[in-house]
């Protein structure tokens, strides 16, 4: 898959917060697809929509809620 379809998919997918390395206590939440995207050259995990330090918990939440809903 091309990067170009990954991220189209990325934004039909349904998302999901995660914790970043410091664990649950920490303030800060990722924001991945509930399925890895991996595309042609990923090096990485694959795409992710918010990675460590850039969302708050409650901002994170709120965010992939907002997504999935409007999925429905």
Same mark, same amino acid.
């Given at each position: 898959?091309?990067?170009?379809?990954?991220?189209?998919?990325l934004y039909k997918t349904k998302w999901k917060t995660e914790t970043c390395n410091q664990?649950?206590?920490c303030w800060c939440r990722l924001v991945v697809p509930v399925k890895p995207i991996l595309y042609d050259d990923c090096l990485s995990d694959g795409l992710y929509?918010?990675?460590?330090?850039? #969302?708050?918990? !409650?901002?994170? =939440?709120?965010?992939?809620? #907002?997504?999935? !809903?409007?999925? =429905?």
């Open positions: 898959m091309t990067y170009k379809q990954a991220e189209d998919l664990g649950a206590k929509i918010a990675g460590s330090g850039e #969302l708050s918990k !409650r901002a994170a =939440e709120y965010f992939v809620k #907002l997504h999935n !809903r409007s999925l =429905e």
